[in-house]
């Protein structure tokens, strides 16, 4: 069982970012799929979520400027970042939820950092 991120990196206030999480070992269209952060010393919380059925939740913070979305075919699940801010900086970790957290993982972390 894998979840693989990527897509993070360092960019400038304004910017845009997107973040893939991939995949394999177990029966991805049947979890839901979240997208968490945290910030050096801060706890983790979460950014997006997307339900197995494609029902979408955002922290109220990235609403209007981060978009989640799934293709179930390729066992990816992305993370549409725009408008970036510097309080975006954080690792970004991917994780995968079947019955209300009777099954679960975790990737192991993208690193994005807005910065001029």
């Known amino acids: 069982v894998q979840l693989v991120e990527s897509g993070g990196g360092l960019v400038q206030p304004g910017g845009s970012l997107r973040l893939s999480c991939a995949a394999s070992?177990?029966?991805?269209?049947?979890?839901?799929v979240s997208w968490f952060r945290q910030a050096p010393g801060k706890e983790r919380e979460l950014v997006a979520l997307?339900?197995?059925?494609?029902?979408?939740n955002y922290k109220e913070s990235v609403k209007g400027r981060f978009t989640i979305s799934r293709d179930n075919a390729k066992n990816t699940v992305y993370l549409q970042m725009n408008s970036l801010k510097a309080e975006d900086t954080a690792m970004y970790y991917c994780?995968?939820?079947?019955?209300?957290?009777?099954?679960?993982?975790w990737g192991q972390g993208t690193q994005v950092t807005v910065s001029s």
């Open positions: 070992g177990f029966t991805f269209s049947s979890y839901a």
């Open positions: 994780h995968a939820n079947y019955g209300s957290g009777i099954i679960t993982y």
């Open positions: 997307i339900s197995s059925a494609g029902s979408r």
